[in-house]
């Protein structure tokens, strides 16, 4: 009887490959794709495939996977506004949607498959096969190939020693790191609320943002829609802190307070405004700074309506002459 054959850790971590579709450097309109773009696509199909494999699907069928931008980040070694833009790549070119799902809660990814044209046909047919000495077609695989040939002749798979794989007692190779997290449906739930007491406290403390603020003049609207947009309590006062800012400054460049309570309506519209800006954008590199330029904007607008009122108001009033006894005594 042979010898008992092992799995070495070379061999197990030695050549598993993200997959990258060659229509991405074919098509004229996947060319344009950055590269970090085309690696993320790679990345983020990877993980949809966990999804077939465990069901995740939506009341309409459709598959969908969690990835978050942490997550990203972290394997690409990019910043999160990084990430941002990526992603905005990515849903251009139909290759990527997402679905808020709600605060604090990573978002529902649904990954979008590239169009293929003829021309895409032929150029990959063709590059996937040469000609033998005889002259009939043969296939081959590329020097990177995820497949390498064993003692017997037999196919064998290999992974690449940085893989988030690792095997199991039994042999069989299991997942491990938070890359790749098999999630069922059983436990898709469980695992999105498994967000750490940290942020679990942060998400109690968003939901009740509004009733405790007692010392800003913002209304519930306004502080509902921050605590909406901000992903930690710290996030919230800050924005709080930079609207507060802006208005000092425009009471100090006119010299008089502005009773902001009566301009909600205008606070509340440059909130969503900058929202829609900060989250549509990716040009804007410092949100606080831009929020603080457009809240400034909108003090200063509001306080050149209330010179116009008032200037109105003086206008309007009535001069009501009164009589001058002194003149009336003098002349006698």
């Known amino acids: 009887m042979s010898e008992f054959s092992y799995y070495t850790t070379k061999e197990v971590y030695g050549e598993t490959f993200f997959q990258l579709p060659k229509i991405f450097f074919s098509n004229d309109h996947y ?30 069928d459709r598959i969908f996977f969690v990835y978050t931008n942490k997550e990203l980040g ?35 990814l649904y990954i979008g498959k590239p169009i293929a044209n003829a021309q895409d046909v032929y150029l990959q047919k063709n590059s996937l096969q040469t000609l033998d000495n005889s002259g009939s077609v043969k296939s081959t695989l590329p020097e990177s190939s995820p497949q390498t040939l064993g003692n017997s002749g037999s196919v064998k798979s290999t992974l690449p020693e940085n893989s988030p794989q690792t095997l199991g007692n039994s042999g069989s190779v299991k997942s491990t790191h938070n890359l790749y997290k098999e999630l069922t449906t059983d436990t898709y739930k469980d ?7 940290e942020e679990l406290q942060n998400l109690e403390l968003l939901k009740s943002f509004s009733e405790t603020q007692n010392q800003t003049f913002l209304d519930k ?56 800006k900060i989250k549509t954008d990716h040009k804007i590199k410092d949100c606080d700074n831009y929020m603080f330029g457009a809240f400034c904007t909108t003090f200063d607008h509001c306080f050149l309506e209330l010179s116009a009122w008032e200037n109105k108001q003086k206008k309007d009033t009535p001069v009501i002459s ?3 006894w002194l003149e009336q005594q003098e002349n006698k």
Not at 76 to 96: A, G, Q, R
Not at 233 to 242: D, F, P, R, T
């Open 191 to 197: 695992t999105v609320k498994d967000t750490g007491k």
């Open 322 to 324: 009164t009589f001058n």
């Open 221 to 276: 609207r306004c502080l509902e829609l921050i605590a909406l947009f901000s992903n930690t309590i710290q996030e919230a006062h800050n924005a709080v802190g930079i609207i507060i800012r802006a208005k000092n400054k425009q009471e100090k460049k006119y010299g008089r307070v502005l009773i902001a309570e009566d301009w909600q309506e205008e606070i509340e519209y440059t909130l969503r405004k900058v929202y829609h």
């Open 31 to 60: 060319k344009k794709l950055s590269l970090d773009a085309k690696v993320a696509y790679a990345i983020l199909r990877d993980r949809f495939n966990y999804s077939i494999k465990n069901n995740w699907v939506d009341e309409n």
């Open 74 to 108: 972290e394997i690409l070694d990019c910043s999160n506004k990084t990430v941002v833009k990526i992603k905005k790549e990515l849903e251009e070119k139909k290759l990527l949607t997402q679905k808020r799902v709600g605060i604090n809660t990573p978002n529902k």
